[in-house]
């Protein structure tokens, strides 16, 4: 909007000297009371300081990348004045050298982009004179939602020239009496599923005739759920105890059983209607039969449903009190998934190593520990990434020569173990990416990247191919077991020079890594489908001025189609303001389309679980209205996700799920106690709302914090002991969220100092912790891990900073 001006050619000090004022001086020294300048290095926000016309100023640098410069209010200051929406007079003095329209943007009331960067305009009148201007900010909120922590920021003119300010000052003009209402917090008990508990002191299960690999292992986990909550289990032969039995009918329905379990064949019968393949094959019952003596059926049609209707039972066997329950659907429940593929993909990187939280010195056991709750969150396919110097068995790749191989090796082991499973994995690979000792050696193939990373190589250079080819050829062959291999590009294509720009250049190189790198995948695996990312065509089409997506996708399916391999396309289901995924033209071409869920940068991730159910109610949403018929949610911290994880897997498993019923079987499955799982449900809606909202949409704060942490304690002393070890994660996290929760409140007041004491308050909880002492130190990115990403985003909120 444009603001109402108040010109004035009068020195500033005239008629803001008072206390009420916040003001920001150029000089020298310069000057600061209440507001302060914040350089936002190297680029957007690093203005010269310079002495022009007979004034200290401070000058944009256009030329540098940096046309703005931003200031931090003081919320000490600010709050002195009552509480948000604000509306505050801004007076700035500034050279008035050309006629363009300069703007202040500044943090008003909401979490969106938009609302972070609410623009007034004015226009210079090139009078060449120092001018003083005082324009209004209506609904400003000031909590630090810019780059740089700042709260607002003056705009160099939009001709391109650079702007020299001298001065601003603020005077708060209004405000509330009355403190901002919180955010719509969760409910404040789980909900209450129709369900029926079927008691059950000992049980005997039944599993049916010609059990998979797959199908036996899930039997096993579901037995040994029932021993960890103090269920007895009966053979078929032996002697039953005069308690309350529960009968188990698991496996795969046959049609001679119909008049054993009518209830069951109605419900098969409305699966086996079902059009979609992949939802009968994945899809299951759940039938009590009769409550006493309990009869229960969990069933479906074919291996992998059978899998699922285990898991399904082991997560909704409970202990109450002293005995054990079944809580089941009241009435008959027919389960298929919305996606066929429900994927978690894991970005391996070690410049972003977190010992046992990231999984580069994960053992097979600690694999096989993963692929069990990935199972049980009915999750059937996972993937991974090998970033740069972690990917590269080729013979020049020197650097983690050790740990590179190693991981190979137990990769490999978790791949096999996972076919056992009935899961599928997939390799994601970018073939633009060598190792640093090649790249070093040739330096006429580096890549020219707006995101410069070592070892990424311009594939419009002849000479590249040779180690494209070299490299992937090695790694594809390793992890030729796998079911999928899905091809990234960097960049799209791994050059932005002013030949990889052109679009008919960069729809050649594109479609040449894809047709290569789906032959040597062929060589290794006939078997194995080819998948091609799309991320994020869209984006360099709109910013290099081409359109290449409907010949991209139109000639990938000629030429897949032409040789018989399997293709599928996977895109961003959200993706920059302006543009669209390419998820329309896949479905005019009839290929399958898969959506990549990207919840958290891995350069600004976290380890804490953050639950996220907001964010995969919508986005899921949205991949199945896109057509997406499979989704894939990408990770970085496994090890400490594991809640995140379950709550994923039911919105891949059903979009509509309530966010307060996935939660709750979150709770259930690790806690494996009705009472424990109540503790639970509560401390991890409030880690959704303290971590989606933050202390800016009123849901983080030392009681919030604390609050958590005793529910933490209370869920794990109410677990079963069998199941108490494997919840040293949420008994940490609840301690880090109650620092958390002191540390965004300091925040709130500016309070550098109690914020770098409740740092080292972190890093004590951290330490005393086997799963997370290797956070702190010297770990990477540990040293500004609490202030730069943990304290900014919980108070913020992750709607507002989930990247």
Not at 186 to 204: F, G, N, Q
Not at 584 to 606: C, H, S
Not at 648 to 658: I, Q, V
Request: glycine share 8%; charged share 25%.
């Amino acid at each position: 909007m444009t603001a109402a001006l108040v010109p004035c050619l009068l020195p500033l000090a005239c008629g803001l000297a008072s206390a009420d004022v916040a003001r920001c001086g150029a000089g020298d020294p310069p000057t600061a009371q209440h507001i302060r300048l914040v350089r936002v290095a190297p680029i957007d926000g690093n203005p010269l300081a310079e002495s022009h016309a007979g004034r200290a100023c401070l000058r944009t640098d256009r030329k540098g990348g940096n046309p703005y410069i931003y200031f931090d209010v003081s919320r000490q200051w600010l709050k002195g004045h009552g509480y948000e929406p604000f509306r505050v007079e801004a007076t700035i003095e500034y050279l008035d050298e050309g006629t363009g329209h300069m703007a202040v943007q500044y943090d008003s009331m909401g979490s969106s982009v938009e609302a972070n960067f609410r623009e007034v305009t004015w226009s210079g009148t090139g009078s060449g004179l120092w001018r003083t201007i005082t324009v209004a900010l209506d609904g400003v909120e000031f909590r630090n939602g810019q780059q740089g922590q700042a709260d607002l920021r003056v705009a160099a003119p939009d001709t391109g020239a650079d702007l020299r300010l001298a001065s601003i000052a603020l005077r708060v003009m209004a405000a509330s009496d009355v403190p901002p209402t919180t955010a719509a917090l969760t409910e404040r008990r789980p909900p209450k599923p129709d369900e029926v508990p079927i008691a059950m002191d000992s049980a005997l299960v039944q599993p049916l005739s010609g059990l998979t690999e797959a199908e036996r292992m899930a039997l096993d986990g579901l037995r040994g759920r029932l021993t960890a909550i103090g269920v007895a289990q009966q053979g078929a032969g032996g002697r039953k105890r005069a308690t309350a039995i529960a009968t188990i009918v698991v496996g795969r329905w046959r049609s001679g059983m119909a008049a054993r379990y009518p209830r069951t064949a109605a419900a098969i019968r409305r699966l086996e209607r079902e059009r979609s393949a992949f939802r009968r094959r994945d899809g299951y019952v759940l039938v009590v039969e009769r409550a006493r003596p309990a009869l229960v059926c969990a069933v479906s049609l074919e291996a992998p449903g059978a899998v699922y209707a285990m898991s399904d039972l082991h997560v909704r066997a409970l202990r109450r009190g002293d005995a054990g329950v079944l809580v089941l659907p009241r009435t008959p429940s027919v389960e298929r998934p919305a996606l066929d593929r429900r994927e978690l993909y894991l970005n391996i990187g070690y410049g972003l190593r977190r010992p046992r939280i990231t999984v580069e010195d994960w053992s097979i056991s600690d694999w096989r520990r993963y692929i069990d709750r990935l199972i049980l969150a009915r999750y059937n396919t996972w993937s991974f990434y090998l970033w740069g110097d972690c990917a590269m068995l080729h013979p020049l790749a020197a650097s983690n020569r050790a740990l590179n191989r190693r991981l190979h090796a137990t990769l490999r082991e978790a791949i096999r173990y996972s076919h056992r499973r009935g899961m599928r994995v997939g390799l994601q690979f970018t073939p633009t990416m060598v190792p640093i000792e090649i790249w070093k050696a040739n330096p006429a193939i580096q890549a020219k990247l707006e995101y410069s990373y070592p070892g990424t190589v311009c594939p419009s250079r002849e000479e590249t191919w040779r180690w494209m080819r070299e490299v992937q050829e090695l790694e594809i062959s390793w992890f030729a077991e796998c079911d999928f291999f899905s091809l990234w590009y960097y960049d799209v294509g791994g050059c932005f020079c002013e030949v990889c720009r052109n679009g008919d250049r960069q729809l050649a190189v594109l479609l040449r890594q894809a047709e290569t790198f789906a032959l040597l995948v062929r060589k290794a695996n006939p078997r194995a489908v080819f998948q091609v990312m799309a991320w994020a065509i869209w984006r360099y089409e709109r910013m290099h001025g081409y359109a290449i997506r409907d010949r991209f996708i139109a000639s990938l399916r000629r030429w897949f189609a032409g040789r018989r391999i399997a293709l599928e396309v996977a895109d961003g289901i959200y993706v920059d303001p302006g543009t669209t995924p390419v998820f329309d033209v896949v479905r005019r071409e009839r290929l399958p389309a898969k959506a990549f869920l990207y919840q958290t940068n891995i350069e600004t991730g976290q380890p804490l679980p953050i639950v996220q159910t907001r964010y995969m109610a919508r986005w899921v949403r949205e991949a199945t209205r896109a057509g997406a018929t499979s989704a894939f949610l990408m990770r970085m911290e496994a090890g400490t996700k594991r809640s995140d994880d379950v709550v994923a897997g039911c919105y891949l498993w059903a979009p509509d799920t309530a966010r307060g019923d996935a939660i709750l079987c979150c709770a259930r499955q690790f806690t494996g106690d009705s009472r424990a799982a109540a503790s639970a449900w509560l401390a991890l809606s409030l880690m959704d709302d303290f971590a989606w909202f933050g202390r800016a949409g009123g849901a983080a704060d030392a009681g919030r914090g604390a609050r958590i942490a005793d529910l933490c304690e209370r869920a794990a002393k109410a677990s079963p002991s069998a199941l108490r070890t494997d919840l040293e994660w949420l008994l940490t996290a609840g301690r880090a969220y109650a620092v958390l929760g002191k540390a965004v409140d300091a925040r709130d007041d500016e309070d550098e100092a109690g914020i770098a004491a409740l740092d080292s308050s972190f890093a004590a909880v951290m330490r005393q912790s086997p799963l997370y002492r290797a956070q702190v130190g010297d770990a990477p990115y540990w040293r500004d891990l609490f202030r730069t990403a943990l304290v900014r985003y919980f108070y913020s909120g992750w709607s507002t900073y989930h990247f």
